[in-house]
T-cell receptor, first 110, second 114 residues
Framework: GNSVTQMEGPVTLSEEAFLTINCTYT??????LFWYVQYPGEGLQLLLK?????DKGSNKGFEATYRKETTSFHLEKGSVQVSDSAVYFC?????????FGQGTRLTINP | SQTIHQWPATLVQPVGSPLSLECTVE??????LYWYRQAAGRGLQLLFY??????ISSEVPQNLSASRPQDRQFILSSKKLLLSDSGFYLC?????????????FGDGTRLSIL
């Protein structure tokens, strides 16, 4: 079945550091890929998405590229801020269902 | 624009009591609807999804049930809650016309079972 594996957290960085959160997937066919973000006490918000190989999703300084050859969708940001502290979920859509990774808790220290 | 409402935001219930969580979507028609549970420090587990009125697919056998009495209303229920039902419950919707559509989440209900 479809599955998503995320980099284990928690991840703690200093402000302005470079961020990478790894995400790899297993799926049949060509699923759409998403990153969601959950701020403390809130629901999930869509951060970015990519629907086909080599697509790059981007939003709020975050980027992720759909890599079919490595079945990956790693999340990156060049310079993180304290306000980026949240839990990040990688997900794929297949068979009418969204399958989530376990989430990676990110804490940014000033 | 489309909005999704979930209530209540928090709920404390004794073991063995019934449960009803409600979710409604506005500004769209025939959405796909979803219920997820997020246990503390863990990822999201899909509980139920619905592609139309009266159509419910269950992902995990448990003492919870879901119903969709109207196009934009999705209800999560239980007749007798267990301690293991504690968690953060999230409702979501997506455009039912295509698989590439992202899901949009409500603010969640934090359920504590005592």
């Amino acid at each position: 079945g479809n599955s998503v594996t995320q980099m284990e957290g928690p991840v703690t960085l200093s402000e302005e550091a470079f961020l990478t959160i790894n995400c790899t997937y297993t799926a049949t066919g060509y699923p759409s890929l998403f990153w969601y973000v959950q701020y403390p006490g809130e629901g999930l918000q869509l951060l970015l998405k990519a629907t086909k190989a080599d697509d790059k999703g981007s939003n709020k300084g975050f980027e992720a590229t759909y890599r079919k050859e490595t079945t990956s969708f790693h999340l990156e940001k060049g310079s993180v801020q304290v306000s980026d502290s949240a839990v990040y979920f990688c997900a794929l859509f297949g068979a009418q269902k969204l399958v989530f990774g376990q989430g990676t808790r990110l804490t940014i220290n000033p | 624009s489309q909005t999704i409402h979930q209530w209540p935001a928090t709920l404390v219930q004794p073991v063995g009591s019934p449960l009803s969580l409600e979710c409604t979507v506005e500004g769209t028609s025939n959405p796909n609807l979803y219920w997820y549970r997020q246990a503390a420090g863990r990822g999201l587990q899909l509980l139920f999804y619905s592609v139309g009125i009266g159509q419910i697919s269950s992902e995990v056998p448990q003492n919870l049930s879901a119903s969709r009495p109207q196009d934009r209303q999705f209800i999560l229920s239980s007749k007798k809650l267990l301690l293991s039902d504690s968690g953060f419950y999230l409702c979501a919707w997506s455009d039912g016309t295509g698989g590439n559509q992202p899901q949009h989440f409500g603010d969640g209900t934090r359920l504590s079972i005592l």
